[in-house]
């Protein structure tokens, strides 16, 4: 039994450290070496997500556009960011000079999943700890 509880917990870690690093990538290279732009919500939308339990799941679409650095104008959609943003306010993004298609928005959602996901993947590398390690507990106890 402890071979699959360490199998399914090498699992979690393997596959949540995969997700923060490519999450925090993608974050911190653009919070470091993007260039930040004020872009203006263009339109929001929102939809019902169906075949979710309660059936009452929304997600919201926003519409950005910014200029960059070189004049180029940029249209982007966002989904589930900016929240509470609606049609003509402005918020921030961060973009690739070279690429102006790789953005992520000017808030702090992707930092929190980069480090909920490296928690998650250190409490997947405890559980591995726990289902190896002998509790004391003897095969005529159980």
């Not at 104008?73 to 929240?83: A, C, G, K």
């Not at 003509?88 to 992707?110: E, L, M, Q, W």
């Amino acid at each position: 039994m402890k071979y699959i509880a360490g199998f399914i917990f090498a699992l979690m870690a393997l596959l949540s450290t995969v997700g923060a690093v490519y999450q925090g990538y993608d974050f911190f290279d653009l919070r470091i070496r993007g260039l930040k732009a004020p872009a203006q919500v263009l339109s929001t939308s929102s939809s019902r997500m169906t075949n979710v339990g309660s059936g009452h799941s929304y997600t919201t679409t926003r519409t950005v556009a910014f200029v960059t650095a070189d004049g180029t104008p940029v249209i982007h959609e966002f989904r589930d960011e900016f929240s509470g943003a609606k049609a003509g306010d402005t918020v921030s993004v961060f973009y690739n000079p070279a690429n102006p298609r790789k953005i992520i928005a000017g808030t702090f959602f992707g930092l929190g999943l980069f480090l909920s996901l490296i928690i998650f993947a250190l409490l997947s590398v405890l559980g591995i700890k726990f289902a190896w390690e002998d509790l004391g507990f003897s095969q005529a106890q159980i």
